[in-house]
Every structure is written in structure tokens, then in C-alpha cells.
């Protein structure tokens, strides 16, 4: 009688018990709830307002402290379908934190070059496209964020410049052979570490074509043994730079790396 009732009770308290979500669950959740929010998007702020959340709905702390773990995880890889709605959110907002003006360090790179084909890399709202379009480069842009390339594009017939877009994320956009002139890539957070997409990015470049990249450098670094410089150093580099200065993206004081770069 005893077991029957200690079986009884252990049956009963797994029926009770909520299943444990799995990473996607938990994913899918805080997407939701992403949806709706509409505080900073600085991803501590965005954890904290989460696991406020999840504490409020009555989740313990130790497990709203586990959901964000796990979130922090899954989030760092940009899975597409939380990059795009990332983005789209922040190119909605009324003052987004980044310049709307092209790279100046572009635009010393490409002064006085024969305007070519050109591709800008994770576009956004078009800013740098916007800029060689004018300068009568024919140019394409790509970007996971229909928002942002809703705006490049509604931003670009409103001054009468002519560009194409394309819906694809880093793996999925075909860079093609020999086919820029010109590859731009402002705060476009691709992976210059993986061999594989730098050969990409070189095997689609013209002989002669330009490499323009600009992104956050390695704040503790302050010496010339660059990564970025040896990912690319079978190209003639034209100009590189490393230092602290008011990022173009989220408008704050950071280690910024750009390197000019000449297909031989």
C-alpha cells in the first residue's frame, strides 16, 4: 500500500511539474516578448528589462537567471530571425544611434577612383550607398533588414539615385567572380575571421577592385600585428588605421579599425 501511494505521489508530481523548455522555446519566448519593447536596445539593457520580465510573470531567479543565460548564448551567434527584427527595430527608431552621413573614411578612399560596380555590405538604411550613387557608382547593397532597405530605397528615389537591394544575410548573398569594384563594409559585423568568407570576399573583387572595411578594433591592441591586416594580406593595402575615436555606429567612444585594400 505504502509503494502504490509513493508511486501515486511521484506520478502526480511530474504532472504537476512544468516541462523544461528547450533553448528554441525559450528563444521563441523572449522573441515575443522582443517584439513589443520598447526600451534601449544596448543588449544589457535589453537582458535586464528580459529577466525583470520573467521575474514579474513569477519565474524564479535562479531560472529567469538560466533563461538568460541561455538567450545570451543563442543571441551572440545573430541567428537571422532575431538579427532582422533587431535591426529593423533600431533603423524605426525616431533618432537611431548611428550617423546617417557615408563614411568618411569611405569617402577619402574612393575620391578621385572611376566609379565602378559597387557592392555595400549589410546596407542598412543606405547611407554609404546613397553617397556612390551620387558619385555615379552602380551599386548594389544587401542587408537581412527589410525596415532599413525600405528606407534606403524610399531614401534614394526622394534624391533621384538609382540602387538595387537584395534580402540576404552574410552566408546567403552571392558575392560572385571578379565582379566589384568596389566592396564596402561599415559596421557590417561579419565573420573577417573565417577564412572562407575572406576568400569569398576577394575571389568577387575585380583585379583592382577596392576593399573598404570599417568596424570595432580590439581595444586592447596597440601594436601593427592586426588580424584584419594578415586575413587580407595578399591585397596592396592602401590605408589603415587603428584608433579611438566616436563610432559612426551607436555613437560612442570605441577602439575603430579601417584598412583601404587593392586587389592585385
Not at 105 to 118: D, I, Q, S
Not at 150 to 179: M, N, P
Not at 181 to 201: G, Q, S
Request: hydrophobic share 40%.
Amino acid at each position: 500500500m505504502r509503494n502504490t501511494l509513493a508511486i501515486l505521489v511521484i506520478a502526480l508530481a511530474a504532472v504537476a511539474a512544468p516541462a523544461e523548455l528547450t533553448e528554441q522555446q525559450v528563444f521563441q519566448e523572449f522573441l515575443g516578448w522582443y517584439k513589443t519593447y520598447t526600451g534601449s536596445f544596448a543588449p544589457p539593457e535589453v537582458a535586464k528589462a528580459y529577466e525583470a520580465r520573467l521575474r514579474e510573470s513569477g519565474l524564479p531567479p535562479a531560472e529567469a537567471q538560466g533563461r538568460i543565460a541561455v538567450l545570451q548564448k543563442l543571441v551572440s551567434r545573430m541567428p537571422r530571425e532575431f538579427a532582422a527584427l533587431h535591426f529593423d527595430r533600431i533603423y524605426s527608431m525616431p533618432n537611431p544611434p548611428f550617423k546617417a552621413a557615408a563614411s568618411q573614411f569611405l569617402v577619402r578612399m574612393v575620391e578621385g577612383r572611376k566609379p565602378g560596380t559597387a557592392l555595400d555590405v549589410a546596407m542598412g538604411q543606405g547611407r554609404n550607398s546613397h553617397y556612390l550613387a551620387a558619385q555615379g557608382w552602380d551599386v548594389t547593397g544587401y542587408d537581412i533588414s527589410e525596415g532599413g532597405m525600405a528606407q534606403a530605397r524610399k531614401l534614394a528615389d526622394k534624391a533621384g539615385l538609382k540602387i538595387r537591394t537584395v534580402t540576404a544575410s552574410h552566408d546567403e548573398f552571392d558575392y560572385g567572380k571578379a565582379q566589384w569594384d568596389l566592396i564596402v563594409e561599415t559596421f557590417a559585423f561579419t565573420n573577417l575571421a573565417d577564412e572562407a568568407y575572406r576568400k569569398r570576399v576577394i575571389d568577387s573583387l575585380k583585379p583592382g577592385g577596392l576593399l573598404v572595411i570599417e568596424g570595432f578594433g580590439d581595444p586592447g591592441r596597440r601594436d601593427l600585428k592586426s588580424p584584419l591586416l594578415e586575413g587580407f594580406k595578399d591585397l596592396r593595402v592602401v590605408s589603415y588605421e587603428s584608433r579611438d575615436e566616436i563610432a559612426d555606429w551607436g555613437m560612442q567612444k570605441m577602439r575603430l579599425e579601417r584598412v583601404a585594400a587593392e586587389k592585385l
